[in-house]
């Protein structure tokens, strides 16, 4: 079983950045992304990848703010945010699936990380 964890979460103030990582035990899943709870919301994607392809997929509400890459050295997903804002503060998710559509049309994964707060200031 693929195992996920999260590093990078914090506090920022409006317009500033952060840049999230997630190690995993294995590439046996080829998709790697992001998704983000706030509370009292549903879980949102936020950004995908693949080990094979490293095509990024994006999320509307995020485009031009973030970018997602891997390292396959590393087996490290990271994603960097960038001019980030109070509703962007939530919990930031790592995940892994098979299949990059089970996280772009189906909004859900295989495997999750743990968590990691993000929360962003006015």
């Known amino acids: 079983q693929v195992q996920l964890v999260e590093n990078g979460g914090g506090s920022v103030q409006a317009g500033g950045s952060l840049r999230l990582s997630c190690v995993t035990s294995?590439?046996?899943?080829?998709?790697m992304g992001w998704f983000r709870q706030a509370p009292g919301k549903e879980r949102e994607f936020v950004a995908a990848?693949?080990?094979?392809?490293?095509?990024?997929w994006y999320a509307d509400s995020m485009k031009g703010r973030v970018t997602i890459a891997g390292d396959n050295a590393r087996n490290t997903v990271y994603l960097n945010m960038y001019r980030l804002k109070p509703e962007d503060t939530a919990v930031y998710y790592c995940?892994?699936?098979?299949?990059?559509?089970?996280?772009?049309?189906?909004?859900?994964?295989?495997?999750w990380g743990q968590g990691t707060q993000v929360t962003v200031s006015s």
């Open positions: 995940a892994a699936a098979l299949s990059i559509s089970t996280m772009i049309n189906g909004n859900s994964a295989d495997a």
């Open positions: 990848t693949t080990w094979s392809s490293d095509s990024p």
């Open positions: 294995g590439r046996a899943l080829d998709a």
